[in-house]
Structures are given as C-alpha cells and as structure tokens.
C-alpha cells in the first residue's frame, strides 16, 4: 500500500498519523510521501485533482449548515468540494435543508445529507472542534465567544490587580 498525503507547509511542525486497526505487518507495508507545500500551491493542486489523498482544514465564520455542508456538495457546484465527486442527492438534500422553515425538518435533512455522504467515503471529516481560549482572571472586559472572527474589539478589555 502507498500513498502521497499533501498537508499545509509547517513550520517546526509536525505530521503525525496514527492507522488503528492495521496489524504491524500492513503497517510497514503502508508507505505514505508527505508533500508539504505552501496554502495557495495545496489549494490549486486540489482543484485540479492532483492528488490522492489531501488534509486540509476548514474554519467557517458561523455555525450554520449552510456554510458547513457547501464542503460537500458537488464540485460543480462548489469551490471547496476538493474530492471532486458529483452527487446530485447530496445536491438536493443540501438545497433542501437551505429552503425549509422548519426547524425538525431541516435537522432531519441534515442527518440525511451527513449520512449519505459519510457511507460513501467520497470525504471524511476528521475533527469537529468547539474554540477553547483559556486566559488568566486578571483580564476583565473580555467574552470569549466560539469563532476566531468574532469579538476581535479589545477596546473594553483590561487587566485587574
């Protein structure tokens, strides 16, 4: 087995992967060639399909499936879609849970849509994480909200005795 992974270029960073349920033997057999490359060179090699499997990260301004489900619709249909598969239930699905008013309704669209494109393994998400900041009680004035877009304003922000 073999592969090429193309990852963000790093800086005193690290890849590391770890493959679960392989015996040591697959595991010496599974060589992979890292290509490290700069954000602009990865995303142009993806969307001209020049690769086999790719790692990438996606940070979205807000918490709205909109934003978060275009990853996964066709490519024709999306910039970001870098696996580059057609699926035109997916496609639906998503223009569904867009329109609809009703709350259960678009929830219930969504399961059907992650369901769908999880069971083909065109695409996988590997971390869905929550925005943790940790900061000294000292500073006052500050609300750390979920987004890295959000809340940027320090003006009223200060540091207690």
């Not at 690769?51 to 999306?78: A, F, I, K, T």
Request: with cysteine; net charge negative.
């Amino acid at each position: 087995m073999s592969g090429a992974v193309m990852v963000n270029a790093l800086r005193g960073g690290q890849i590391m992967a770890e493959f679960r349920g392989l015996t040591p033997a697959e595991r010496d057999r599974f060589k992979v060639e890292e290509s490290p490359m700069e954000v602009a060179q990865q995303k142009a090699a993806y969307i001209a399909g020049n690769h086999e499997v790719g790692l990438d990260s996606n940070c979205v301004d807000v918490d709205d499936p909109n934003q978060m489900l275009r990853l996964y619709v066709s490519s024709s249909r999306s910039p970001t879609n870098f696996s580059l598969y057609e699926d035109a239930t997916l496609d639906d699905l998503f223009e569904r849970q867009r329109r609809t008013g009703d709350a259960a309704e678009r929830k219930r669209l969504i399961r059907e849509f992650e369901d769908r494109y999880l069971s083909r393994s065109m695409t996988a998400p590997l971390l869905w994480w929550h925005r943790i900041v940790v900061y000294d009680k000292r500073i006052q004035g500050w609300k750390a909200l979920p987004s890295h877009y959000l809340n940027q304003d320090l003006a009223g922000v200060w540091l207690a005795n």
